[in-house]
Structures are given as C-alpha cells and as structure tokens.
C-alpha cells in the first residue's frame, strides 16, 4: 500500500508539534510522564517569584510555581506542582525565600511532622522570609553607630596625641613622682623616730597597762568613792534649795509689809502717795518754779545786774 506524500507530511508536522509541546513542557520543568500533586500556599507579596520558580527542601526541587493569581484582597495565590513520588505533611510551610543576591525568589519547604499528607487541592501554611537587604538593616545601624562611636574615639585620641596636652601630661608625671619621692622620705623618717623612739613607747605602753590593771583593780572602790560624791551633792543641791527658798520667803514678806505700811500711810512714801495735799502743795510748787524760770527767760536783767567797770551800779545808787 503505497502512502501519499500528504499523509507523510500530516504526520510529520503532527510528531513536530508534539516534540515541541513537549520539549517546552521540559523546558518549563513540567513533569511529561509522571502524577504531580497541586497544592496552594498564600502570599501577601511575590517580589522576585515567577511561574516555574523551583520548589525546594534543603536545595532540593521537588516541584515548581505553575501560577501566581492576584486575589480580590490583594494576596497572592500560588499555585505549586509537586511530583508525585514526594509526600509532603500538611502541617509543613511553604516559605517564600531569597535564593540569591539579585533577588530570585523560590518556594522553600519546611517539612512539618506527623503522617497526614497534603492531598491534591489542600492549602499550605505560607510566610515570606526576610530579605538579604531587611536582613542587613539591623546590621548596618548597629555599623552606623559603631562608626559614630569610633569618630567621637578618634576625636578624643587626636586631642590626648596633641603636644600640648602630651606637655601638661609630662609635667604630671614629673610632680607625681616628685610627690612619691617626697613621700618615700617622709616614710623613712618616720620609720627612723619609731625606731628610735621604740624603746620609749613601749615603756609609755607598758604604764597605760599597769594603769588600767591598778584601774580594774579599784574598780569597786573607784565606784563607792563616786556613790559617795554623787549623795554629797545631791545633799548640797538640796540644803542650798532649801535656803534659797526661805530666803525668797523672807524677802517676800518684807516686801508685802513695806507695801502694807505704804497703803496705811506710814513713813515718807507713805504720806506722798495718800497725801492729797502734799501732792497738790508739789505740783503747785513745780508749776510756780516753771513760771520763774520763764520769766528769768524773759526778763534775766530783774535778777542779774553786772558791769564791766562797776559805773553802773553808782548810779543805781
């Protein structure tokens, strides 16, 4: 049976796209010949994931992104093929993570524990991992403020480096050590009177002891002699209290008889006070002085004539 150069040529094209479906299904990373299981993981952002971006566990694929959906809530819905032979736990999560230094993302899988399997459909739990530049951000305030901190260093070792604060330094150490050498001096002189003065010491040392034996020796005594100064003054304190009392007693009876006599009328005092006329007889007399020594203001020639050569007083005459 012979075959029509058409027919070889339909069939032809169709082997051709079926390679190329093929080859780009390959090319994506899509299995050809094998089950895979459809998960989903949700994201509040993608930045840097695309479609048949690698799903991994410990570096190694196990699946790929098939498709990202926006959401009306502005998630993101990924869609994630895994194959068939890889059983993942559903309580495993599904992190979005950096892979290298410019940006790529990958679906990280953080397998979970137990044996109760994502089936075909289930949703993961999802998280995005920080970045390398959210990463270093922390890190590069920390450098910011290290920096800083090291300037202000620097700062005060350039002024302790200046000469002159090296001079005022050297002229510190130059006195400290002089002050030592004083010091060292002063402790050898007195390290020399100890010495000499040892003997002395001691003998002053061993009479406060004798003293304070001969002390607790006589403490009993020393107390009787003390009780016995102590009646005494009490007995002293009390004999003068007394004394002072009836002294007051006495001078207040005096008084109240000096005051007696007065308000009977007796003696001087007595007359001046309840004398009315020897008090009207002494205010008319203080008021007949005032009016003299007025009228001596007035007229001093009534009561004292003088003259240089005496003529005035012959024609008085």
Do not use: C, W
């Not at 509040?44 to 566990?57: A, C, E, F, R």
């Not at 953080?110 to 999802?126: P, R, S």
């Not at 130059?174 to 100890?194: H, P, Q, R």
């Amino acid at each position: 049976m012979k075959i029509a150069n058409e027919t070889k040529v339909g069939i032809l094209a169709a082997f051709a796209i079926a390679l190329l479906i093929v080859g780009y299904n390959f090319l994506k990373g899509n299995a050809i010949f094998s089950d895979e299981t459809v998960l989903y993981a949700k994201y509040s952002h993608v930045d840097g994931l695309n479609v048949s971006k690698p799903v991994l566990i410990n570096g190694f694929q196990i699946g790929r992104v098939d498709q990202l959906q926006l959401l009306p809530d502005g998630s993101i819905l990924a869609t994630l093929k895994i194959k068939g032979t890889y059983d993942i736990p559903k309580n495993s999560i599904a992190k979005l993570e950096q892979t290298d230094l410019l940006g790529s993302k990958a679906i990280v899988m953080a397998l979970g524990t137990g044996t109760d399997y994502a089936q075909d459909g289930d949703t993961l739990n999802a998280n995005v991992a920080k970045g390398l530049l959210e990463t270093v951000q922390p890190v590069q305030k920390k450098a910011e403020l290290i920096i800083g901190k090291m300037d202000s260093i620097l700062t005060s070792v350039n002024s302790i480096l200046n000469p002159n604060f090296q001079k005022n330094v050297d002229k510190s150490f130059n006195s400290i050590a002089a002050t030592l050498t004083s010091l060292e001096g002063t402790s050898k002189k007195v390290d020399n009177l100890v010495g000499a003065e040892g003997s002395r010491v001691s003998a002053i040392l061993a009479n406060v002891e004798a003293i304070s034996v001969n002390l607790k020796k006589n403490n009993e005594k020393i107390n009787g002699i003390l009780e016995n100064i102590h009646n005494i003054t009490d007995q002293v304190a009390a004999a003068n209290f007394k004394e002072t009392i009836a002294n007051a007693n006495n001078a207040v009876s005096s008084l109240q008889g000096i005051v007696t006599k007065i308000n009977n009328g007796e003696g001087t005092l007595g007359l001046l006070i309840n004398d009315k006329q020897m008090y009207e007889n002494l205010s008319n007399a203080s008021k007949n002085l005032d009016n003299l020594m007025m009228d001596l203001k007035q007229n001093p020639k009534r009561y004292v004539h003088f003259s240089v050569f005496g003529g005035g007083n012959k024609k008085d005459k």
